[in-house]
């Protein structure tokens, strides 16, 4: 009988320890994570603190901006998603800067955007998109429109070299399909996520969408990349982390929080989160003409 239960209780260790190796461990951040989480679901605000950057922003699934963590935590902002069984988490590491979102099913994800100061990591900017179906009508545009902002100018300047050395890398991205093919990492359609859109096909999908539009249409009129109403960004040497509110052609305005970082020697668009203003109206397009005419009166 006790060889029996010898030989058991070997069989069991061992099938922990299987168990054990299968399951990855968690890093610092997704351990962080996951109590911020919690914190911030609970409305503990001294807990939250302890990992919240002095930066800290969030945008919540309407597309409203809470620019500091005073204005979240007065207005009683909660996570899209929180923790449990039912949540996925993924985590990306950029140097100094780690992504990591927070998932359920395929309608909610919360992007994370850590990054690390001298007295740890902490949690920068917060934003919660939930995949939903447009109730208005876009206005296509019938005309050309530029890209001048933000292909050649933007309303604010950059400071450090990482950020200049993005925002060059991004001014390229926006330029057309070549510059978009280029600057764009390989796996973005793991990493990019909008409102009216979900997740995003495969760079590869995305590419070939683009030539199909161009040759099924060759004469239609050339329409730029959103432009930028306002910015934020934070330089971390080999990756640098923005927040923007992005006025659509068409449509309405969105706010995009993004990685982009130094990726082999290559500055690309690594993260992108689109999350759209509910309240905000559709934002339709006028030639430069009507433009300069208006500004000369």
């Known amino acids: ?7 058991a209780l070997v069989a069991a260790i ?33 807990a939250a603190e302890k990992l919240l950057d ?21 207005h009683g902002v909660k996570p899209l998603v929180g923790t449990g069984d039912a949540v996925k988490v993924l985590e990306h590491r950029y140097g100094k800067v780690v992504y990591l979102e927070r998932s ?13 100061r001298p007295a740890g990591w902490r949690l ?27 292909c050649q100018t933007l309303p604010y300047r950059p400071l ?5 050395s993005a925002l060059a890398a991004w001014q390229e991205q926006e330029s057309g399909p070549a510059g978009w093919g280029k600057r764009v990492a390989d796996n973005y359609d793991q990493r990019a996520i909008n409102t009216y859109g979900g997740r995003s ?13 161009r040759q099924q249409n060759p004469n239609r009129p050339e329409v730029g990349a959103a432009p930028v109403a306002f910015g934020r960004a934070w330089d971390f040497g080999d990756a640098v982390v923005w927040v923007q509110l992005q006025p659509t052609y068409g449509d309405k305005p969105y ?14 668009m690594a993260e992108s989160y689109h999350t759209y203003i509910k309240d905000a109206p559709v934002m339709a397009p006028v030639p430069q003409s009507s433009t300069k005419k208006s500004a000369t009166n």
């Open 201 to 213: 096909a495969s760079k590869k999908e995305r590419l070939a969408g683009m030539e199909r539009g």
């Open 54 to 74: 002095a930066d800290f922003s969030w945008i919540d699934p309407d597309g409203v901006y809470y620019a500091t963590k005073g204005e979240a935590f007065a």
């Open 14 to 46: 061992a099938q922990v320890a299987v168990i054990r190796a299968q399951t990855p461990a968690q890093s610092e951040v997704v351990k962080a994570d996951e109590a911020i989480t919690k914190a911030l679901s609970g409305g503990d605000r001294a």
């Open 160 to 164: 450090g070299a990482g950020e200049k």
């Open 104 to 116: 359920e099913g395929d309608k909610k994800f919360s992007g994370h955007f850590w990054v690390q």
């Open 1 to 7: 009988m006790k060889k029996v239960f010898a030989i």
């Open 255 to 268: 706010w995009s929080s993004r990685v982009y970082a130094n990726i082999n020697g290559l500055w690309q």
């Open 124 to 150: 920068l900017h917060i934003n919660d998109l939930e995949v939903r179906q447009r109730d208005y009508a876009t206005v296509p545009t019938t005309f050309a429109v530029p890209c001048v902002n933000p």
